[in-house]
């Protein structure tokens, strides 16, 4: 038992600190990191024998950002973790817990979390990888969120990093292939100040009994059922939206913007018109740079506070789906921008 005669005194103390009033995380910068190269659709349809309007139709994607042999996946999670901490006015050291979410780290050992510590220079943080996939984003916001409110951790830092079209992607597969590209995005979370980006309810879930469904093997390239993930997919980011918008008290017509997984622009369409949102309401930016497994949400996140719809105090519903099958959704008030 950990109360009672056994106990030090000091190992009570810590019993009674989590007692203390809760802390409320916060949501309150984003970074970016993209490849420069460019897959292009006329590239892929010389490839494979179809034409680029069949690829646009099916996928949304026009072009996609591809790493280079050499690139390494930790180096763009850390540009990302770089210039996210660098928004939000903290520097590496201030760092106690970095969590990289990824299905394609550069070595099977060591996870990729250590590494990009150590290339930020966040020499005294904890640091893991979260393996759920195109949820794992959102799974390491929750984690994150969690560490903050317990008192673990004060500052946050959150990486979704895939290297999909360049590591696992099928090459002969005209259905899956044009979907994927590359890159890496970035959160801080911090203990809220009392102004925006307070984090709400999280809803995260998983079936197993779909794990064939989506496979990367150790020797094989990525296997996709589409029309089976399709069909869960909106199922079930509908299903969690719903959920962590009641759980947050709150009505689909509160929500400010929709930030939804880029896995395929007409699952987006679909989850939008099954909800019935405003599509002005709903991010969708995988023209140009696809489906990136992990890094969607993040990415999307800072292509939407580029353009002006993302500000400080808006009402954000993120929503994930993917392998495993893992979903989830939850709600967020953004605190990016100078009024952080």
């Not at 019993?15 to 409320?24: F, G, I, M, N």
């Not at 201030?94 to 996870?111: A, K, R, S, Y």
């Not at 673990?152 to 292939?177: C, T």
Request: charged fraction near 20%.
């Amino acid at each position: 038992m950990l109360e009672g005669n056994g106990a030090t005194p000091e190992l009570r103390a810590a019993l009674q600190r989590q007692d203390a009033p809760r802390v409320y995380p916060a949501v309150v910068s984003v970074g970016s990191a993209i490849p420069p190269g460019r897959l292009t659709n006329a590239e892929i349809s010389e490839r494979l024998g179809i034409s680029e309007d069949w690829i646009v139709s099916r996928t949304g994607v026009r072009e996609r950002p591809i790493a280079g042999p050499d690139d390494r996946l930790t180096e763009y999670a850390a540009r990302a973790g770089a210039q996210a901490l660098e928004r939000a006015g903290l520097h590496a050291a201030d760092v106690d817990l970095v969590i990289v979410g990824t299905l394609t780290q550069d070595e099977i050992q060591p996870n990729a979390a250590p590494q990009v510590a150590y290339e930020l220079g966040a020499a005294h943080a904890a640091a893991v990888d979260v393996g759920a996939a195109c949820t794992a984003f959102l799974s390491g916001v929750s984690l994150a969120a969690s560490q903050i409110e317990s008192g673990r951790a004060r500052n946050v830092l959150v990486v979704g990093a895939d290297f999909v079209i360049s590591r696992v992607a099928n090459w002969e597969d005209k259905r899956s292939l044009p979907l994927f590209g590359d890159g890496a995005g970035a959160v801080v979370l911090t203990p809220s100040s009392g102004g925006f980006g307070a984090i709400g309810p999280i809803v995260l879930a998983s079936d197993g009994s779909h794990a064939k469904t989506i496979v990367v093997g150790r020797e094989t390239p990525l296997y996709m059922d589409g029309p089976e993930v399709y069909r869960h997919a909106v199922a079930r980011m509908g299903e969690s939206t719903t959920a962590a918008v009641e759980q947050a008290g709150l009505t689909l017509a509160d929500i400010d913007l929709f930030v939804y997984h880029q896995a395929n622009a007409r699952i987006t369409r679909a989850l939008g018109d099954r909800l019935g949102l405003d599509p002005e309401k709903v991010v969708d930016v995988i023209a140009n740079l696809g489906n990136s497994s992990a890094a969607t949400l993040p990415l999307a996140l800072a292509e939407a506070e580029r353009d002006g719809r993302l500000k400080p105090g808006s009402r954000v519903l993120l929503g994930a789906f993917g392998a495993g099958f893992t979903w989830g959704a939850g709600v967020i008030e953004w605190g990016g921008g100078d009024d952080a």
